[in-house]
């Protein structure tokens, strides 16, 4: 999927300028690694289309991280279309990086992804 080391946009040139960096932290990779796995066991196919609904709305988060509503003074939540999970994520303005903390299924308890501690405040 990805790696938590932010891309910047003069090194990729896959990422237009005005658009934000993005650095997805180890517990919400894995997440989104077991969510892909998990859904490909169920029917073929369906952890592919999971993986490209994920991947299109953290291209969505890129573009305008703000059109999406914040449920705390620091986090924000995207829903996934058509699969039952939210991307939880915060937006460093100044470093044009988002930060995705959690793709966490909409189900379990939210205190599984609240209680991890952004990067930067580590």
């Known amino acids: ?3 938590s080391q932010p891309q910047r946009s003069s090194e990729n040139p896959q990422n237009p300028a005005g658009t934000f960096n993005l ?8 997440e989104f690694v ?5 859904y490909e066991i169920i029917e073929e196919h369906l952890g592919q289309r999971f993986h490209d609904a994920v991947k299109l709305k953290l291209a969505r988060i890129q573009q305008n991280p703000f059109q999406y509503p914040a449920v ?3 986090h924000r939540k995207a829903v996934v279309d058509v ?6 994520y915060s937006v460093l303005k100044r470093q044009r990086m988002i930060a995705v903390l959690a793709i966490h299924h909409a189900k379990r308890h939210p205190r599984r992804w ?3 501690k952004p990067p930067w405040r580590k």
Do not use: H, K, N
């Open 114 to 116: 609240q209680e991890r």
């Open 72 to 74: 705390s003074a620091l």
């Open 1 to 3: 999927m990805g790696t």
């Open 83 to 88: 699969f039952p999970y939210c991307i939880y």
């Open 23 to 30: 650095a997805i932290e180890p517990e919400a990779e894995a």
């Open 34 to 38: 077991e969510a892909t796995e998990y």
